[in-house]
């Protein structure tokens, strides 16, 4: 059991430390599966504590839902830029994507419960912060198809939207749909990953990974 602070800690860590509780446990459980008082005993500080960073259940909610999304929007112009050949920003760009995942595997489990429950305020922030990045992102596939690197019909929009679903739904629920094939769940989502990686490769360039150059 967490031993519970009588005082309120203070510094970056412990704000960092109700946001990963707040991270696993909304996307457990739900926003209204979720008390105040179930993320300050997770994190082992009293309700009044983590007020003080925090002014409602709100207030956090929109704080977790937010980092997820503002996280990529200074990552993908970074990632972007760090290279000019297609090859080189799909291979950069989906593969921070799979790792952002696997790192924290509620993070794709928040997304899902976001994208199911209150899908009008992720939208909202997806639309503010990240669809002028996605639209960039269709641009170079456009400029691939352009230069003949690039399948002639692939529709970008709907391949990145697939995209991002695939590797969100496979860290959320992958390891459960892998008793299909495994006899029971599994919580290893990195090989089914590494597969969807290499599908979204080869379906996008006319050269499959194994013989491009």
Known sequence: MNRVSNHVESGPDMRGRITAAAIHLFGAYGFDG?????????VGIRKQSLLHYFPSKDALHQHVVASLVVYWKDELPRLLAATESGYGRFDATV???VEFFLEDPDRARLTVREMLDRPAMLAEMMREHLSPW???????????????????????????IQ????????TALGPVAA????GGASDEAAPDLAELVRIAHDSLFKKPRSVRT
């Open 179 to 182: 008793a299909l094939v495994q």
């Open 134 to 160: 996605a639209r960039l992102i269709a641009d170079y596939i456009r400029l691939g198809q352009d230069s003949g690197i690039i399948r002639s019909d692939i529709r970008p929009e709907s391949y990145l």
């Open 95 to 97: 593969t921070a994507l």
């Open 163 to 170: 995209v991002m679903l695939m590797i969100i739904a496979t």
């Open 34 to 42: 979720v008390s105040i008082q179930a993320i300050a005993d997770a």
